[in-house]
């Protein structure tokens, strides 16, 4: 490339960095549609019930019979299928045009310290739906209701890793900049 | 004796607004508004669809505020959501037939720091700009305009470092034939 190439680059990306400006009704357009839209609830309100959670989320100490602890697995199996809707089973709640269906997701994170479920349902607000780690294990678990509808979720660890659900359709629209999922509830 | 002006960082704006005080987030559209509406224009080279583009980035923004998980680079995350905003809008006006129409409203909003009329070269660079397809504009502005790193124009774009290079550089050599081709006329 020759000098006076170089030249010409350097002139149109000068020229385009100008300043712009901005119609500032922009702003007002802005505030105003945001005004419309419902209030958005601070995290300050939610602090009994994270205290409640994390009385009902303590570890607790349970000893368990080798054939005891294969038998939760197993019912534990069987509840996330069915309540996921990949296994032939009875509604988790009446057929109804927009009931609600009681969702369970799960992730296996051995290392977590901790693991929020953030989403379409709730704001994308990791301090709404704190996943409860099964049996002290590996597995992090969280059951939303949820109404028909389609809706992108994902798990946060440690407050910082995002990770969506790798047995789950990834989200394809997404456009704020981390991996997200797809679940879909019918409407019976 | 002078006055510190103390600025209120993105990080506190993002909390107060996540704490429900909406009014905070003005200061953050405020702040953004100039810039973003740089690149918008640039993009979409028409005054009414950047300004359509950015308000729906500012408020797709809010209502996804929650997941803006380093609130102190909320401007390169509203980045994101604008980037591709455009890449939307610039979609639909290419269906309406409209892409990079400039209209003198859209050619005036361009500061000139002599206020002199703007002169042939200027125009020849946006029509320059306007030639290039969209993803090579795109990759073209990012890099060399809002000086991004490849690493995080691939997080904005979801393209590659590989693949935006050889963009840019397209561009680049896009852009010389075009302007080699204007100054010979």
Known sequence: MSEHDEDVIERVV??????????????????????????????????????????????????????????????????????????????SAPPGERATREFQFVVVEPHAARVSLVGDFNDWDAARTPMRRMQGGSVWSAVVPLRPGRYRY??????????????????????????SSVVTVGSS | MGIDKVETSDADLVRRVLDGDTRAYAGLVARYRDRLGRYAMHMLGNREDAEEALQDAFVRGYRSLARCYEPERFGAWLYGILVNRCRTTGARATRRGRLFVRDEGALNGFAHPSGAERTEWEDAVHRALARLAPEYREAFLLKHVEDLEYETMARLTGAGVSALKMRVKRAREQLQVILREAERV
């Open chain 1, 154 to 179: 994902a798990f946060l660890v440690d407050g910082r890793r995002w990770l969506a659900d790798p047995t789950a359709p990834a989200a394809r629209d997404d456009e704020f900049g981390t991996p």
């Open chain 1, 14 to 91: 000068s020229e385009l960095r100008r300043p712009v400006q901005i119609d500032p009704a922009v702003d007002t357009r802005v505030m105003e549609e945001i005004a419309r839209l419902p209030v958005r609830r601070g995290h300050g309100g939610l602090r009994a019930a994270r205290v409640a959670w994390r009385w009902l989320a303590r570890p607790r100490a349970i000893s368990l019979s080798p054939l005891a602890g294969l038998g939760i697995a197993a019912v534990f199996a069987a509840l996330v299928l069915a309540l996921s809707g990949r296994w032939p089973g009875p509604p």
